[in-house]
Structures are given as C-alpha cells and as structure tokens.
C-alpha cells in the first residue's frame, strides 16, 4: 500500500512537469473505489495549475476545481508525453498539452474525485477528518501529547486513525514506535510529555528517512513504467517478526491490533 512517502515522491515525480498543462481528454476504465462525480469530457480545456498533497490524497487544483486522487492499496501514477496503449488495470487517464496522466490500479481502491472546491461536501469528507501533516510545522510535540491524552485506545491505532496527525501508515508506526521505545499496545492517554515527545520525534524522522530513501529513486517514479512501492527502507521491526532485534539480539514479536498486524521488540519497548 503505498504511503505517505510514495506519495510525496509520486507528487514530486510529475507536479513541475504537470503545471501549466491544459487538458485535452479525459478517460475512465473500470469503476473504482468512488465515481468521479462529473463527466470526463467536463474536464476538457481546463489548466492543472499545480500538484499538492494532503495526507494521502494528492490534490490537481484546476482552474474551477480540483481532482482528489488517492492510490489506495495498489495504485501508481504515470507521467509521461507517451504512454504504451492503457491496459486492462488502467481506469484514469488525463491527456494534457504536457503528457499523459494514468493511473495504474489492479485492486482499484483507489480513487480520483472531481470536488468544484475543498469546501465541497466531496471534499470536506475526504479531507475533513484529516490531522496535521507529519512533516510541517503544525504538528507540535506539545499539541500532539494533549491529543494523545484524549484516547484510551493503544498508541499504534491512534496513530494510524490518522486523525491526530497523517500520513503515519502500519510501518511507519510500527518503526517510530519501536525508534521511541514505546510498546505498540500503552494506551495512548498514558504517554508522558517526555515519550509523547520522543515519539513526535520518531514519526518526523522515519517520515523524513522515507522520502530521502524515495527521493533518491524519484527517477524511476518518474519513468513511464514508474509503480509505486515500499521504498527499501531498511526495518528495525517490521514484518521481522521471529528474527532477532537489531539493537539488542530479542526476537521480535507480532500482535494483531484492529486488521493490521504491529511489530515490536518486547526488550526495546517496554513504556
Ligand atoms: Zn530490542
């Protein structure tokens, strides 16, 4: 499932190259997740003037309007001036004065909605939920530590709510987790200033360690053939489940929280 790293660098692979372009066609292919909420030939003669992110959702502000597009759990994004003929797991494509825009999506949860604005409902209930992006200034150890003395629920699934603060997928939470010393199951009301703070620290930097790692490969996203994935992040605990801690030689355990399953060193995270 690509995350909020292979989402930066998607955006970051086409959004200069994008701007500017005027759109010529418009097509679909099977339905996915959501409809698109107006006929493609709509979207003809309009201007993408920029790429932005929100969360998971990369934003095409157009003139009047803007698409919401979301990966969802297998989706990549191409752009490129030619693309091979679509396939049969191609279910979105833009031609614009600048290239063509496609979306590749096998699983097809993910999605591209039209909203007039980020105060239309369609938007509102995309984007309304969402907490502060991970990596700006807004997202506050002191904020974030009375946010997390609200819920009862254990740390790992407040983190991956995402209302508290996106963009913090299973890995990643598995890996700040593990990175601040702090057992997936500890209710999140009962971190103390000091652990809510070491951990605000260890999301901004997985985070940060993510897109670098992303960023080195961006020309291969950018490549017509581009497919998003897990960067090579090298982990400490996820999906290592029975091999041995890289800090202190404990075998690292699993546990179900929700549908997802977490990853931890029982010797490193005992807070
Ligand atoms: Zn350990």
């Known amino acids: 499932m690509p995350e909020l790293p292979e989402v930066e660098v998607t955006r970051l692979s086409f959004a200069d190259r994008i701007a500017g372009a005027r759109i010529e066609s418009a097509a679909l292919g099977k339905p996915l997740r959501w409809p698109l909420g107006v006929e493609p030939a709509s979207l003809q003669g309009l201007t993408v003037q920029r790429v932005r992110r929100r969360g998971k959702y990369l934003l095409l502000d157009l003139d009047g309007g803007l698409l919401l597009i979301h990966l969802g759990m297998s989706g990549s994004l191409a752009f490129a001036p030619e693309l091979p003929p679509a396939g049969p797991h191609d279910h979105f494509e833009l031609a614009t004065s600048r290239g063509r825009l496609r979306l ?108 670098e790692q992303g960023g080195s490969t961006l020309r291969d996203f950018s490549s017509a053939e581009g497919k998003t994935g897990h960067f090579q992040l090298e982990a400490m605990v996820y999906d290592r489940a029975g091999q041995p801690c890289r800090v202190c030689g404990t075998t690292i355990q699993s546990l179900r929280q929700g549908q997802r399953s977490t990853f931890f060193c029982p010797q490193c995270q005992t807070s």
């Open 104 to 211: 590749h999506d096998p699983r097809r949860f993910g999605a591209v909605v039209w909203a007039g604005s980020e105060a239309d409902p369609v938007a509102r209930k995309l984007l309304g939920h969402l907490g502060v992006e991970p990596l700006g200034d807004e997202f506050d150890p002191f904020v974030f530590w009375q946010a997390l003395r609200a819920r009862r629920a254990a740390i790992k699934p407040v983190l991956l709510a995402g209302d508290i603060v996106v963009g913090v997928g299973n890995i990643y939470a598995s890996e700040a987790l593990f990175a601040a010393g702090i057992h997936p199951g500890l209710s999140a009301a009962r971190l103390d200033q000091s652990r809510a703070g070491r951990l605000h620290g260890a999301v901004r930097s997985v985070l940060a360690r993510a897109l």
